[in-house]
């Protein structure tokens, strides 16, 4: 049996809205900050920082009122008391807050690309040169079997440095971050109080997120200079003379140090370090020099 039916109100039109704009109309970064507060196990605090990454990701108003509120700060001491709870995936949070990674246009791509097919020709004709010369003294040589052996082995000698060169086109395309949150990495990151009871794989690790940045070809002036108006060295100089951190944390952060040597010291930098080594010389203690024991002299 046919049926009619009729449709009454009017049109709406639905569109999504991300979580970083649902949540100001809830309490903005507050909410997020009280929810990492409250954490009270591991899976709770990876959704916490979850939800602040995608928050400040998703609305840039979030990441003003996190400077307005000290949010970086609050979430510092939050995290010290939470710091049993914290894992390397909490961190791989932090440090997708901290940077972002980079996209090359398709020109660049290009540009790139069309350097390595140089190169690769380059080689391709310096081999072909050399097994001309080979042909021409197919005498002294020896038997035609050794020079197709000559050949086959240049032949992969080219393959193997184009899998290399494009083994290291694509190292250096999925490894470009750009530091996108300084305050993310001076009030948190670089907060030696909250990182000094974390277990020592994930310091390491941290101090390992730093190095690449400053290391990296890509991006590397920007993400130096940022770092250093935020104070990177003297911050490192800080960690350097606490007496709580253990060792393998003290040497990857003289290995970041050289890092940084390597671009040369800035003079406001280089003062730091002098006032550091005057700061922390610790001269050994003078040997007391043995007494020459004289014997009386007698009366002749």
Not at 164 to 179: G, R, T
Not at 207 to 228: A, C, D, P, Q
Request: negative net charge.
């Amino acid at each position: 049996i046919p049926r009619f039916g009729r449709l009454h109100g009017d049109i709406s039109i639905c569109s999504p809205c991300v979580i970083g704009d649902s949540v100001r109309a809830v309490g903005g970064m507050t909410v997020v900050l009280a929810l990492v507060e409250a954490a009270n196990t591991r899976d709770m605090l990876h959704m916490a920082l979850c939800l602040l990454a995608s928050a400040l990701h998703q609305n840039p108003q979030n990441v003003q009122d996190m400077q307005v509120y000290r949010g970086y700060h609050l979430l510092a001491l939050f995290l010290h008391r939470r710091m049993t709870l914290f894992d390397m995936q909490s961190l791989n949070i932090f440090f997708q807050i901290a940077a972002c990674e980079a996209s090359f246009s398709d020109k660049q791509k290009a540009q790139r690309t069309q350097s390595v097919l140089s190169n690769r020709i380059t080689v391709s004709e310096a081999t072909c040169d050399d097994g001309a010369m080979k042909f021409d003294d197919l005498s002294s040589v020896g038997s035609h079997g050794d020079l197709m052996e000559d050949f086959v082995e240049q032949k992969d000698l080219v393959s193997n440095i184009s899998e290399l060169e494009n083994a290291d086109l694509q190292q250096e395309n999925s490894n470009c971050i750009v530091l996108s949150n300084a305050d993310m990495v001076e009030h948190v990151l670089l907060d030696w109080t909250v990182w000094v009871t974390a277990p020592i794989p994930i310091q390491i690790a941290l101090l390992g997120f730093l190095e690449h940045l400053v290391s990296m070809h890509w991006y590397r002036n920007h993400n130096l200079t940022i770092l250093r108006q935020i104070n990177l060295v003297q911050h490192l100089l800080v960690t350097l003379q606490r007496g709580d951190v253990e060792v393998p944390v003290l040497e990857k952060l003289v290995v970041l140090l050289g890092v940084i040597l390597e671009d040369g010291f800035l003079v406001t930098e280089l003062e730091l370090v002098v006032k550091f080594v005057i700061m922390t010389f610790d001269p050994p203690e003078l040997t007391q020099r043995r007494q020459v024991t004289r014997e009386a002299m007698g009366k002749h």
